[in-house]
């Protein structure tokens, strides 16, 4: 059976991925900037605080621009700069970002992360305003920011706030322990949950590099990480969140599936061998069903022994926060919540989840 499994979760998963179905997906980024009529607008990538340009083009006698990209496969960092206006902005996935600029006042729609993107800008802007360099020692913005970047910490406004800069100088410095713990915190939930995301390694180089030298109180551990809270409803109608199932004590196996996929059964079959066998000791589900159709899910998940809740595929925020690009997607947490395994072979999953029981 483990043979046939095996091909019938690479099936599922070359079904469920999650990207656009045209072979060039794009994002595209439009918008205007008060004061920029008829002036030259670059856009830019950054590799890992390395800017390079992607495209220039001249804005019109309005200010208004358009760029189209190819997709990069993962959640990214942009910038547009236009004479004396540089805007950072984010892209999560196959999307269309809209930025009204104009002075003292940047919008940005579009994409997911926007908000939290924007809410970091402010801050720092405005500790700026009001201290110049000394907003690096403000001890009241690293307390908003941090609340922030943990709110999702593999987040791409997680990583764009522990990378700003105050004139030249580094916001989040990893030589102060205190700062080194919330570099901590983003750098292990990139690592577990985006591990093939470019930033990954060298979020890790800088915390790995600097812990033991400069920061002896750091306690956080690179294979550990809370959580994402997750908050959808069952197939009662009632709303479960993770946290309800993670902060029991037990075990939790949080999967993501499609259960009106045509592999699904024999899937949840053999989760349903592990659960039967292991739930005595202490495992717990909290399945997240990723389908089209809620009717046809709410049928399958009502014959569930385990939690079973409905993301739908519009829901890409859930998806995005556990870097899930195809389906399944299986992820253990211990018994105090900590995401401690990502697991990518199915096989051996039974093995992996009795390290934690």
């Known amino acids: 059976m483990k043979k046939t499994l095996n091909k019938i979760i690479l099936g599922v998963a070359a079904m469920s991925t999650l990207a656009a179905c045209n072979s060039n997906p794009e994002w595209k980024v439009n918008g205007s900037i008060e004061g920029a009529a008829n002036e030259l607008v670059t856009l830019q990538a950054s590799n890992n605080g390395r800017w390079y340009t992607l495209d ?28 004396d206006n540089t805007i950072y902005f984010p892209v999560d996935s196959i999307e269309t970002v809209t930025i009204t600029a104009s002075p003292g006042s940047i919008d940005i729609k579009g994409a997911l992360s926007a908000d939290a993107f924007m809410r970091v800008d402010k801050l720092v802007n405005d500790a700026v305003a009001k201290s110049g360099a000394s907003a690096l020692a403000d001890s009241d913005l690293k307390r908003q920011l941090a609340e922030i970047i943990l709110e999702n910490p593999s987040g791409i406004a997680a990583y764009y706030a522990i990378n700003k800069k105050v004139g030249d100088r580094q916001l989040y410095n990893p030589a102060d322990k205190n700062d080194l713990r919330i570099i901590g915190a983003v750098a292990n939930s990139f690592d577990m949950l985006r591990p093939n995301d470019p930033r990954t390694a060298y979020l890790k180089t800088i915390f790995l590099s600097n812990r033991n030298q400069n920061a002896p109180g750091v306690t956080v551990e690179a294979s550990e990480i809370s959580y994402i809270d997750i908050s959808l409803l069952d197939q009662n109608g009632k709303r479960v969140n993770l946290s309800d199932i993670a902060n029991n004590g037990k075990v939790t196996l949080l999967s993501f599936t499609a259960l009106t996929a045509d592999q699904s059964p024999a899937y949840n079959l053999e989760l349903g061998k592990i659960y039967t066998d292991l739930s005595p000791r202490g495992l717990q589900i909290y399945q997240v069903g990723v389908d089209n159709d809620e009717f046809a899910w709410r049928k399958s998940a009502k014959n569930l022994p385990w939690t079973s809740v409905y993301n739908g595929t519009n829901n890409a925020q859930t998806l995005l926060n556990y870097n899930v690009g195809a389906l399944p997607a299986l992820f253990i947490l211990d018994r105090k919540g900590n995401i401690v395994e990502r697991v990518e072979d199915f096989s051996k999953l039974r093995g992996l989840i009795e390290k934690y029981l």
């Open 56 to 83: 220039t083009i001249s804005a019109d006698k309005n200010g208004r621009f358009e760029f189209k990209q190819s997709a990069a496969g993962y959640p990214d960092i942009y910038r547009l700069t236009a004479g």
